[in-house]
């Protein structure tokens, strides 16, 4: 692998050999070297050290085995998670949301030579090998950078300017949309850092030797003419200080996404292949409730496997819920696409889909940062439901699944609902009085209504 003091032309270094400003670019491309060892270890803890803290907040749920249908999720990583398809239900956003995406993707293989770069001490290691080929890549990467920008300026003005609806809900504070906003603005501040270091990195190569020719970048030499008028050592200092800014960037940015929404740039993968499969409607049973009503009604209950009392009936916190929703909860892009189709939500009542995810999320983030502190963790006196998620918000679910539906990544916000109106139903007892005597119907009449289950069918009868 050829090192930054290899990489520079022979005949440049036997001319200038005794000159002390060599010398002095040298070392700083050492020191650089060695900071960019630094600078990696640091932000390679920090991440590592969050990821973990993720994963055990995830694991504060309750066990769910879920390896079954493999090709059937499989299809679902594809079509849904990676090819974006319940995104194109709209349009436009969709259209955007794909640049953005693209742009992520491929524009980070060319952070992998910044890597290697900075390792190395080499610059632009992969342009002698690929040649041509570099050229045509990096103004690829150049055009995708721009259709970024755009991308993130046209989402600025929907939320800001145009004030789309779904992102002004009351459950949308100031944290979420200032880490929406910050978000975007990063990214644009990322791209204007690649455009900047490669124009001064092109004025380089043709006034120094030892900057390897990448030949034009198209959209980068509009900024050239802006540049030429700086001097060699002022543009080195330009390219290396964006070379430097969207490399700390790129950490930062992947520090900061494990405290944002942002998360489910990562998160969507894995949801989509573990979110449920059934058919939309379909209610999770108890099995061990299911099992004593067959047994009132003297049918035969064959699995052994089922504990002997029913344990606790519903969700109270997130160690009530199963892992797969504590994951969903930390997924959710907070894009606001199931509120803007929740009928309850529609019609005035307190319910947001949306926050069920967001406030599920803070609970773990609250238990987690507390279990890292050495503090109460799930102890602390205070539970999702109630203290963040009310009986109004699940009372007024229609279970009616549009939020489900309507989620791009196949989040099931419905599934904490039910768990949690479970809890209020038999644990507490504590579902509204009108409920009680709608349930206690089913129980006797096995209907809502109250009348005699004898009397059921006489709507079959013909008049006489
Ligand atoms: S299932 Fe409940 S939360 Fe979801 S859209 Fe219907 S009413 Fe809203
Ligand atoms: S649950 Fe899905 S639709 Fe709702 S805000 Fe989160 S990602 Fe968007």
Not at 55 to 84: H, T, Y
Not at 448 to 455: C, L, M, Q
């Given at each position: 692998m050829k090192t930054w003091l290899s990489k520079i032309n022979p005949n440049f270094l036997a001319r200038h050999w005794h000159n002390e400003s060599l010398f002095l670019s040298l070392s700083m491309a050492m020191l650089q070297q060695i900071l960019f060892f630094i600078t990696l270890g640091v932000a390679g803890y920090l991440i590592r050290k969050r990821v973990l803290r993720i994963?055990?907040?995830?694991?504060?749920?309750?066990?769910?085995?879920?390896?079954?249908?493999?090709?059937?999720?499989?299809?679902?990583?594809?079509?849904?998670?990676?090819?974006?398809k319940k995104m194109f239900k709209r349009f436009i956003p969709a259209i955007l949301h794909f640049f953005i995406y693209v742009g992520f993707l491929v524009i980070n293989l060319e952070v992998l030579e910044f890597m290697i770069d900075g390792l190395s001490g080499t610059h632009r290691i992969f342009a002698p090998y690929l040649g041509g080929l570099y050229n045509i890549l990096m103004n690829v990467f150049e055009f995708l950078a721009l259709a970024v920008l755009l991308a993130c300026v046209v989402f600025l003005i929907r939320r800001n300017v145009i004030k789309i609806p779904r992102f002004q809900s009351a459950e949308m504070t100031k944290w979420p949309t200032l880490d929406g906003n910050l978000i975007l603005t990063i990214e644009i501040v990322l791209m204007l850092a690649i455009f900047t270091m490669n124009a001064s990195d092109q004025i380089l190569q043709t006034r120094d030797d030892h900057y390897t020719p990448t030949g034009v970048l198209f959209l980068s030499t509009f900024l050239t003419s802006g540049l030429q008028q700086y001097s060699t050592s002022t543009l080195i200092n330009i390219e290396r200080f964006a070379w430097w800014f969207h490399i700390i960037g790129i950490l930062g940015f992947t520090l900061y996404i494990t405290y944002s929404k942002h998360l489910h740039i990562f998160m969507a993968f894995p949801n989509t292949y573990y979110s449920n499969l059934e058919p939309k409607g379909h209610i999770n049973n108890m099995p061990v409730v299911t099992r004593e009503v067959k047994s009132m009604l003297g049918l035969a209950t064959t699995d052994a496997n089922l504990p002997a009392e029913p344990g606790k009936f519903g969700a109270k916190d997130i160690n009530d819920l199963s892992w797969n929703n504590l994951m969903a909860a930390y997924s959710c892009t907070e894009c606001g696409r199931c509120t803007s189709e929740c009928p309850a939500n529609l019609t005035g009542k307190k319910l947001s889909p949306r926050k069920i995810m967001m406030d599920t999320r803070d609970r773990m983030e609250h238990v987690g940062k507390s279990l890292g502190t050495g503090g109460a963790g799930l102890n602390d006196g205070k539970f999702l439901l109630g203290d963040y998620i009310t009986k109004e918000e699940i009372n007024a679910c229609t279970s009616c699944n549009a939020c489900v539906e309507a989620c791009p990544i196949l989040i099931n916000p419905l599934e904490i609902i039910l768990e949690l109106r479970r809890y209020v139903a038999m644990e507490e007892s504590g579902s509204p009085a009108q409920w009680n005597a709608m349930f206690q119907n089913i129980e006797t009449s096995f209907a809502?209504?109250?009348?005699?289950?004898?009397?059921r069918f006489n709507w079959s009868k013909e008049e006489k």
């Open positions: 994963l055990d907040n995830i694991r504060l749920g309750k066990k769910q085995e879920i390896s079954d249908r493999k090709n059937e999720r499989l299809n679902n990583v594809l079509m849904i998670a990676f090819g974006q809502p209504w109250k009348f005699s289950a004898a009397d």
